[in-house]
């Protein structure tokens, strides 16, 4: 199974700071088939569903504000919000789906 | 507009049954793998289980492998996921998702508002 970290557990941001989530794979989530990394980011707010935030760990999603962007590939990859806002204290989560069990990073709580 | 609705969750004691139900609309459901996550109180997002669009292929997580199944009805709409041989550790808001694509191999980029289940004496 691939094993999914990230780091930190939590981070406290000021409004208008970066925040910046990283997120590792035990392997290389890059498929040779599409030279596409098979890893995506999830945004979480309480009481709602996961959003998808990037897939192909850097396309970002229709409707995603660009201060949010998507890097890495192979094994390591990291979600960066540019300039943090009130409405993006959440829990953000990576998962692979290079392979099953689909698995999901244990998330990043963000917060002000 | 894309849309999924979960139904059938509720209170069960453990080694009990419960069948979730996924109604989804806006979209042609049978060209699209559908996934079920689920989150514990406490605790993270854990996949649970893929199905893809013609219903052909299915995969679990080890976690509920031979206790739980996943089906859909494409004449209807609708995604399934039988759960039995219940545990209090399946305590969850369970979660159905939109795959990318017909592959299980996609992103999940719509998801349901959840179905609570809880497994208590």
């Known amino acids: 199974d691939i094993v999914m970290t990230q780091s930190p557990d939590s981070l406290a941001v000021s409004l208008g700071e970066r925040a910046t989530i990283n997120c590792k794979s035990s392997?290389?989530?890059?498929?040779?088939?599409?030279?596409?990394?098979?890893l995506t980011w999830y945004q979480q707010k309480p009481g709602q569903p996961p959003k998808m935030l990037f897939y192909?760990?850097?396309t970002r999603e229709s409707g995603v504000p660009d201060r949010f962007s998507g890097s890495g590939s192979g094994t390591d990859f990291t979600l960066t919000i540019s300039s943090l806002q009130a409405e993006d204290v959440a829990v953000y989560y990576c998962q692979q789906y290079y392979s099953p069990p689909f698995t999901f990073g244990p998330g990043t709580n963000v917060d002000i | 507009e894309v849309q999924l609705l979960e139904s059938g969750g509720g209170l069960v004691q453990p080694g009990g049954s419960l069948r979730l139900s996924c109604a989804a609309s806006?979209?042609?459901?049978?060209?699209?793998?559908m996934k079920w996550v689920r989150r514990a109180p406490g605790k993270g997002l854990e996949w649970v289980s893929s199905i893809t669009g013609g219903g052909d292929k299915t995969y679990y997580a080890d976690s509920v492998k031979g206790r739980f199944t996943v089906s859909r009805d494409n004449s209807k709409n609708t995604l399934f996921l039988q759960l039995n041989s219940l545990r209090a550790e399946d305590t969850a808001e369970y979660y159905c998702?939109?795959?990318?694509?017909?592959?299980?191999?996609?992103?999940?980029?719509?998801w349901g508002q959840g179905t609570a289940v809880t497994v208590s004496s």
């Open positions: 998702a939109k795959g990318h694509s017909a592959s299980p191999y996609s992103a999940m980029g719509v």
């Open positions: 806006g979209f042609t459901f049978s060209s699209y793998a």
């Open positions: 392997q290389s989530v890059l498929h040779s088939s599409n030279n596409k990394n098979f």
């Open positions: 192909w760990a850097s």
